[in-house]
């Protein structure tokens, strides 16, 4: 067991007492937790529509069939010829491998710069022009709870006649420049609901929208495109339904959006003493440019989720030293991420299409300097001034 873990759950009694009150309620899946969840949620965010599902992966699968149609039916995107979708190269895996699963292909974008993993205007606006009109959709991913730029984004994808899709994973509670809920901005956002995450149940997504169609569809579609569930036929004592459309299981269950609604409920008050943690770090490491902090000036972290303590270090060197000496001290580390387009599977997708292989030299140069550090609301300042301790010592500095 570690030490200091990378993070921990923000959990009490609420929980304990909504997982009973389901078990005796005796309905397990899709019912009225999961419909107090959705409404809930919506409201916090202020979309219009939310629509719980197993997981962020089974979300985005969802938002991008959707979108893929929307490509051939509005905009004329041949059928044959795998609607394209921007991913940025730092990022997890899901936000791209939905798109391949669901049918489309990931085209993967690189970063801003070494020090910023967010997708690239510059390198988006490229890739559109050499896509030549078959992007169905940006797929924005707000990295570590802070706004990857989703209202340029947007007016972006509007100009260019395509849609925008926010991987929210990391960004429950985080908001744009405008001062809007991450994941409300553009025509989808999809949120998780892992044990690591700002909001945990262990799995578990959320999908919000301000379209009532896609809504509609998603509610379908993640029930195997069912017109009435088990739960509606029970409440309205009704028999049978029909099948609109092929669909998924991607069903919620009671457990799931009961603990939701337990952790929506502490959400602002965890996601605060984020910020609080991330700017102890920033504050104590501000002795040395060896190692930063990501993402950490004032107007960035007021507005941020607060989801991971990311560090960028000066050297692959250095990272690797940090990340040793915190090993030896019990104090767990992670990393992300790796560049999408380092890993094998999507080697043999270019390969495979006889495509050269991709340099992404700012997605490379972050995720070779790039240590992620504990984080979680419960966490003490001396835990992170023992962190702090190490890391200084490790580059050659005095705590």
Not at 37 to 61: K, P, S
Not at 158 to 179: K, N, T, W, Y
Not at 204 to 226: E, N, Y
Request: glycine share 8%.
């Amino acid at each position: 067991m570690w030490r200091i873990p990378l993070s921990d759950l923000n959990y009490g009694p609420e929980e304990e007492r909504a997982v009973t009150d389901v078990l005796r309620s005796r309905w397990l899946t899709m019912g009225p937790r999961t419909e107090e969840f959705e409404a809930r949620f919506a409201e916090y965010t202020g979309a219009r529509h939310a629509v719980a599902v197993a997981n962020c992966t089974c979300g985005l699968e969802l938002v991008y069939a959707w979108a893929m149609c929307r490509a051939v039916e509005e905009r004329g995107v041949c059928p044959h010829d795998p609607p394209v979708f921007l991913v940025p190269d730092i990022t997890f895996t899901a936000t791209a491998n939905a798109a391949l699963v669901s049918g489309g292909r990931a085209v993967l974008v690189d970063i801003e710069n070494a020090d910023r993993p967010f997708l690239s205007m510059e390198s988006c606006v490229r890739e559109l022009r050499r896509q030549r009109g078959k992007v169905a959709a940006i797929s924005l991913m707000h990295y570590g709870g802070t706004d990857a730029g989703a209202e340029a984004f947007r007016d972006l994808a509007r100009r260019e006649g395509v849609l925008l899709i926010e991987d929210a994973a990391h960004a429950a509670g985080g908001f744009s420049q405008s001062g809007r809920h991450l994941g409300t901005i553009g025509e989808a956002g999809v949120f998780s609901f892992f044990s690591n995450k700002n909001l945990a149940t262990g799995e578990g997504g959320m999908v919000v929208t301000d379209d009532a169609d896609l809504a509609s569809a998603l509610r379908r579609a993640r029930s195997h495109g069912m017109t009435a569930l088990t739960y509606e036929r029970h409440a309205a004592k009704r028999h049978g339904y029909d099948v609109m459309s092929a669909g998924h299981n991607y069903r919620c269950t009671e457990i799931t959006a009961a603990l939701g609604i337990a952790q929506l409920a502490k959400l602002d008050a965890g996601n605060a003493r984020r910020r609080e943690l991330l700017r102890l770090y920033r504050d104590t490491l501000a002795g040395t440019s060896r190692v930063v902090m990501a993402m950490a000036s004032d107007e960035e972290l007021n507005r941020s989720a607060g989801h991971i303590a990311p560090l960028i270090c000066e050297s692959e060197k250095l990272r690797d030293a940090i990340r040793a000496a915190c090993d030896a001290q019990g104090i767990q580390t992670s990393h992300h991420y790796t560049p999408l387009h380092e890993f094998t599977s999507f080697a043999q997708i270019r390969e495979a299409c006889d495509e050269p292989p991709v340099h992404l030299p700012h997605a490379e140069k972050f995720a070779r300097r790039e240590i992620t550090m504990p984080l979680w609301p419960g966490m003490t300042d001396e835990q992170v001034a023992e962190i702090c301790t190490v890391v200084l010592k490790t580059a050659g500095c005095e705590a």
